[in-house]
């Protein structure tokens, strides 16, 4: 003769089938929030522009010209360096002791493939690493047309980070350079992804 289920095991079964029920749903509520979301209103335009938001907002208006700057940054430093009027004058010379004058191997903006490697004549934003060690650059004192060097292979580089011929591993490239704006003497610097 079957044992008699009691009235009381019956509702605990079904307490605990409902309460198994509810956590599976609370379960697949969570796991579908991120599919919600990828579906929200945001345009393609507006992912893009959060994405190349400027993670440095500074002032640069009281840096001296023949100096550094140095900023903390995602990828390490920055430095920003406030060229003398000799400097933005050899600029403006055409120099064929340089191995990439053009900067067509080196990583910057493209709208910076010019002779300031900037965006202004008088500031020089960049990455203060050169490519093949990761030895950071300093500042050299008083040099015509020759402004930065590294411990590594003493290599020289001018007053746009362009590395001069001649001196140097053969795989070194100009200075990196990130993507930034200056407006009223305010800088601001995006991401900045090196090369592979």
Not at 117 to 122: A, I, T
């Amino acid at each position: 003769m079957p044992d008699s289920v009691s009235p009381s095991s019956i509702k605990r079964r079904q307490l605990l089938s409902g309460l198994m029920k509810l956590l599976v749903f609370i379960g697949l509520v969570f796991v579908s929030i991120p599919f919600i979301f990828s579906f929200s209103s945001k345009s393609i335009d507006e992912k893009q522009a959060a994405t190349s938001r400027w993670i440095i907002t500074t002032s640069i208006s009281d840096l001296v010209a023949g100096q550094v700057k140095s900023f903390r940054w995602t990828g390490g430093l920055v430095w920003v360096y406030s060229r003398t009027e000799m400097d933005i004058q050899s600029l403006k010379e055409t120099n064929v002791f340089l191995r990439d004058a053009k900067s067509e191997k080196s990583d910057q903006p493209e709208q910076m493939k010019n002779k300031f490697r900037s965006v202004s004549e008088k500031f020089f934003v960049f990455i203060p690493i050169e490519n093949k060690k990761g030895c950071q650059v300093y500042l050299m004192n008083e040099q015509e047309k020759v402004r930065f060097t590294e411990p590594c292979y003493s290599s020289v580089y001018d007053v746009a980070g362009r590395i001069f011929k001649n001196n140097g591993h053969k795989e070194q490239q100009n200075l990196a350079v990130p993507k930034h704006i200056i407006e009223d003497g305010i800088l601001k610097i995006g991401i900045w992804m090196p090369k592979i």
